[in-house]
């Protein structure tokens, strides 16, 4: 039975949190505002006690999956584990209680953190300068396009298209067509890698950059990556590197050297910060030297011991962040590189990439994988010989769920048929690796022998399939009182 | 210290079943000329030493909790009840994912669900979001959503919008054909005059906040139906604390309404993470960016939380998507749940009452000090714009603030030169009467 | 596969049928089928100016959203209101009430192009494989 809304369980009268009493003259508002300006009736927010409060958001959190209980092998999110150290650190009052126009002398702690975290993302990506505004991987996404659109401005240019491979995320074209660029989609080889002929073919002289991730959504490592560099170098025209997929990276290889003029990294995959249910997340944004006076200020400069924000920046693109970024997640993420050091970081790839190659060979005892050299630190499996029993990537996702794994990526990349894309991570052990193999080789027996076990999954979670359709049609966005109920 | 925890010795067996004789033939396909072991960055560390190393840099820091502190321009500290902190640092909270297999994610979309409903029931409008990134990035949205809605090239935005989230949009709108002009704000509103003149069918919005960056309440109903008249949106960015005693947007007409919801629940940080809060009317739905969660049933009929609508999102729609994010402020969003459901109704608006009582309280006497005046002559919520006398600079007093250990009033001559003896002061429910008082004194020494 | 013979077929999937005064355009039963159940319709104004190709309607399920093309240039002339307040009229009855928009057409040499029914079935097949 399924628990009732923090606003079924509303009992006029009860009070969750008492304030102190006041210290001040006490005023009527109505007395001292404009009449217009007074709400007539407090907000019709439910009424709980606090042990309300508490049990209920309590169980709750029991309804979820989670990283800490739970592996989730979600292709290009890393789901690693979440360092509570991390949380520790940022929530010191030292960083936590930080007023974001506090004198510079007293914050120079937080200055000086954000200053090394730069400097520790350049010596990790190769890159000359980042930017720590942008909140998240899209932000980030968003914020090297407008870069690579003051670069055209600069040149006197008006190129207004960028390439994009098929294979690429969604947040790729979407940042492209919302910073005003068209998008010009880059049909993948048959090794599932950039194709340097369809490159040359679509690389007009309107194209002003080419978006790529490397490694890409298959965990293959774009091999001609140095060409296709020069191939866009020799017109001008920038490359930008979603750098979503950096936990193949770390001391293996630097974007720097690759030929890479932009790039952003999401904190909240390959550098531990917690993913929230849904943030909040950070998307710094790495660029070459002559990119540099484009980035958004203000940012952290050091002269002498001192730590001081810089606002020049006549180029700069501007502000993307109502302050300074999600310094809350910097924190964590600069936590993170200070405890694993140089040979730890290093470690987390290689151990990223031996897990993925091992549950590549154990999964493909069950199902193939159509790019199937070496990866890196990913995979994607087809399941479309499941289609045969009427059983879908779907329905083996939602089992998965009911054998207490959370369901890898599934349809992504487009360009795989009946698609799972499964990212282990460094953190996970041979034995949950081992287990999650063998519950994909059960299923695909349980697909052969009883399929319809797999295709009602899930069936041991608190709810089975919801109705999509119904919350599409009829949209319940909001908890209305019984009375006033209507459909949207 | 790292958080691997295959052994050297299942590391072997495991390259053994892959058929790799060693860690270097698994990189065959990353180019010799780019591989390289060595990374510049200092070893890694216990985490006693860790924990050192940070707690000196925070150390470097004086927090809100020793610096007594009149800066508000956007970032408000509040309480936070201790239940916030300890039922949002449980790991079922911290670390799942974007509720997309929502079966496996009952728990963080019924408190989306939830946290739309607050919201919503907060600014008194129809739908909420499940957030953006923040405030700033919220004006830059509902902007752009009013442009491609109305089919229109021209945004009004009000100078005493604050000049970040003005930044913010104008970064979001640089590439686009839309062009943006500032509506002059006189004795601290918004000027009424200069709005109507520049309206024209071409306006696809107008963007104010309330209350404004000088503190000041603006005529949020007049300028709502001086823009409706000629067919544009009205954008309200709001103060969600201050809604427990102020007009909602929703009241007023607007059609979008956004906020930083940071205050409500989670500590200053610095700037960051923020919490976006975003709603409209109804009549905009189906252009809102960013996630939404819906109540519907599963197959037994049972009631559960899917996200829904998700055809406008980036992961579907691509290039058309609404907007391009993915990420947002889940966790956020969930201590603002849970704050709001502790204090309801009663203790939010007690909240404001005390923020507005401080504020009354803190005007009047800092007004004593013989070199400093009110500089706007208009209604006032938790924040309020001082002049000093001219031979008296702001940053000179503010100097000497924070030798007595406060953090004096945020000096406005760089954001808005015309006012360069001007000083912006908030007060939250933190600040005791003791140290009001106490700051008086101290400004009174000064000269 | 129901395909009326006396409709003509594009290759992305819409059907166009000449009426008295214009033309009304639908979304065929093999798309209606690939996207099952259609959650949300977005047809273009009447009175805007349409070119054979150009992309003027949005048809969305759950997972999907899918475009809807003008078979043949000219004006929107009607729309129909019933399938935005219930889009599931599409998959009951995609030829019938199901139509989308209508067009008044302004270049009568582009219903030539068109498939007819038999050539519109051979490109599905041909595709599937």
């Known amino acids: ?488 | 210290m790292d958080y691997a925890p295959n052994t050297t010795a299942q590391l072997q067996e495991m390259l053994q079943a892959i058929g790799a004789g060693s860690f270097d033939e698994l990189l065959q396909q990353v180019p010799r000329e780019l591989q390289r072991r060595d990374l510049d960055v200092p070893d890694g560390l216990a985490e006693a030493q860790v924990i050192s190393l940070c707690e000196a840099l925070a150390g470097r820091n004086r927090p809100l909790t020793e610096v007594v502190s009149f800066l508000g321009a956007g970032a408000y500290a509040h309480l936070i009840p201790t239940v916030v902190d300890a039922v949002a640092a449980r790991g079922e909270w911290l670390t799942p994912y974007t509720p997309y297999q929502a079966e496996a994610s009952q728990g963080t979309l019924q408190a989306i669900y939830e946290f739309q409903t607050m919201v919503c029931e907060l600014l008194q409008m129809d739908v909420a979001n499940a957030s953006l990134y923040d405030g700033a990035s919220g004006v830059g949205e509902a902007a752009v959503l009013s442009l491609r809605a109305t089919e229109r090239g021209r945004i009004l935005v009000s100078e005493a919008v604050h000049p970040h989230a003005r930044q913010t949009l104008a970064t979001y709108l640089r590439g686009s054909q839309a062009t943006v002009q500032e509506i002059p704000a006189v004795n601290g509103v918004t000027d009424l005059d200069a709005l109507g003149k520049a309206l024209g069918d071409d306006v696809a919005c107008l963007i104010l906040q309330q209350p404004n960056v000088f503190g000041c309440l603006e005529p949020m109903a007049q300028a709502g139906q001086l823009v409706h008249r000629t067919g544009g949106l009205f954008i309200a960015s709001v103060y969600p604390v201050s809604l427990g005693v102020l007009t909602p947007p929703g009241a007023y007409g607007a059609d979008i309404a956004v906020a930083e919801g940071r205050c409500l629940g989670s500590p200053p940080a610095y700037g960051g993470p923020g919490l976006g809060l975003f709603t409209t009317t109804t009549a905009l739905l189906r252009r809102i960016p960013g996630r939404l969660a819906g109540c519907t049933v599963d197959q037994a009929g049972r009631r559960g939380f899917t996200l829904t609508l998700q055809t406008r999102e980036q992961h579907i729609r691509r290039e058309r998507a609404t907007s391009n994010i993915c990420t947002n402020e889940g966790w956020l969003a969930l201590r603002a749940t849970i704050f709001l459901t502790l204090l309801g109704p009663q203790g939010l608006r007690e909240l404001a009452a005390l923020n507005l009582d401080k504020a009354r309280y803190a005007k009047a006497r800092l007004c004593e000090v013989p070199w400093i005046q009110p500089l706007f002559d208009q209604p006032c919520f938790n924040e309020f714009t001082l002049r000093y006398d001219p031979a008296v600079k702001v940053e000179a007093v503010n100097r000497k603030l924070a030798a007595a250990g406060i953090a004096g009033g945020l000096a406005l001559g760089d954001w808005y030169p015309t006012l360069p003896q001007g000083s912006l002061w908030c007060t939250t429910e933190r600040l005791s009467r003791e140290a009001i008082d106490r700051t008086v004194e101290t400004l009174r020494r000064i000269a | 596969m129901h395909l009326p013979a006396d409709l003509s077929y594009t290759a992305t999937h819409e059907w166009i049928r000449r009426e008295a005064q214009d033309a009304a355009v639908g979304l065929s039963a093999h798309a209606q089928e690939e996207l099952r159940d259609i959650v949300f319709v977005e047809l273009p104004k009447p009175g805007r100016a349409v070119k054979q190709g150009e992309a003027v309607a949005v048809i969305e399920s759950v997972k999907a959203a899918f475009d809807i093309y003008a078979p043949v240039s000219g004006t929107i002339s009607r729309v129909n209101e019933a399938v935005v307040k219930t889009p599931q009229i599409i998959n009951q009855d995609c030829y019938g009430a199901g139509w989308l928009f209508a067009v008044a057409p302004s270049t009568p040499a582009e219903f030539s192009k068109l498939l007819s029914a038999d050539a519109y079935a051979k490109q599905i097949e041909a595709s599937t494989h």
């Open chain 1, 1 to 488: 039975m399924a628990d009732p809304l923090i606003f079924e369980r509303s009992v006029p009268g009860r009070r969750g949190y008492l304030l102190p009493p006041s210290d001040v003259p006490a005023s009527n508002p109505s007395e001292v505002l404009p009449a217009e300006a007074v709400r007539p009736s407090a907000p019709p927010l439910p009424e709980v006690a606090e042990f309300d409060v508490v049990r209920h958001y309590t169980r709750l959190s029991q309804l979820n999956f989670s990283v800490d209980t739970h592996f989730y092998p979600l292709g290009s999110c890393t789901m690693k584990y979440n360092p509570k150290l991390n949380e520790r650190i940022a929530a010191l009052p030292g960083f936590a209680w930080l007023h974001p126009f506090q004198p510079e002398s007293q914050v120079q702690g937080v200055l000086e953190l954000l200053y090394e975290l730069e400097q520790l993302l350049c010596a990790i990506t190769g890159m000359a300068a980042f930017t720590l505004q942008p909140a998240a991987g899209a932000q980030g996404e968003l914020t090297g396009l407008k870069i690579i659109a003051a670069y055209q401005r600069k040149k006197r240019r008006t190129r207004s298209t960028i390439l994009i491979p098929d294979s690429a995320h969604g947040t790729n074209p979407a940042s492209a067509a919302l910073s005003g660029f068209t998008v010009v989609q880059l049909k993948s080889g048959p090794d599932g890698l950039i194709d340097l002929a369809e490159l040359k073919a679509k690389l007009t002289k309107d194209v002003a950059a080419l978006m790529l991730t490397n490694p890409n959504t298959l965990g293959l490592f774009e091999r001609d990556i140095k060409t296709i560099a020069a191939l866009l170098h020799e017109r001008d025209a920038l490359v930008y590197m979603d750098g979503a997929n950096m936990n193949a990276l770390l001391g293996i290889a630097q974007p720097g050297q690759m030929g890479v003029d932009l790039l952003q990294l999401n904190l909240h995959k390959t550098f531990s910060t917690p993913h929230g249910g849904g943030g909040p997340g950070a998307g710094p944004v790495g660029v070459t030297k002559a990119l540099e006076e484009f980035l958004p200020v203000p940012r952290v400069r050091k002269a002498g011991k001192r730590f001081t924000w810089d606002e020049r920046g006549r180029s700069s693109v501007g502000r993307v962040h109502g302050f300074y970024g999600n310094v809350g997640v910097l924190v964590r993420a600069y936590t993170y590189i200070r405890t694993l050091g140089r040979d730890g970081l290093r470690r987390a790839s290689e151990v990223a990439i031996i897990n993925a190659n091992y549950l590549k060979a154990k999964v493909q005892e069950t199902f193939p994988v159509p790019f199937d050299h070496r990866c890196m630190h990913e995979f994607v499996a087809s399941l479309k010989s499941l289609k045969a029993s009427g059983v879908t990537a779907m329905d083996v996702a939602k089992r998965l769920l009911d054998y207490g794994f959370y369901a890898p990526t599934v349809y992504f990349p487009l360009i795989v048929d009946e698609a799972l894309m499964i990212e282990p991570t460094e953190t996970e052990s041979k034995e949950t690796l081992d287990r999650f193999a063998q519950a994909l080789a059960s299923i695909a027996q349980e697909a052969k022998t009883t399929p319809e076990v797999v295709r009602r999954a899930p069936q041991r979670m608190v709810v089975d399939r919801l109705d999509e359709v119904k919350a599409a049609r009829e949209p319940n966005l909001r908890w209305v009182p019984a009375r006033e109920a209507v459909h949207a």
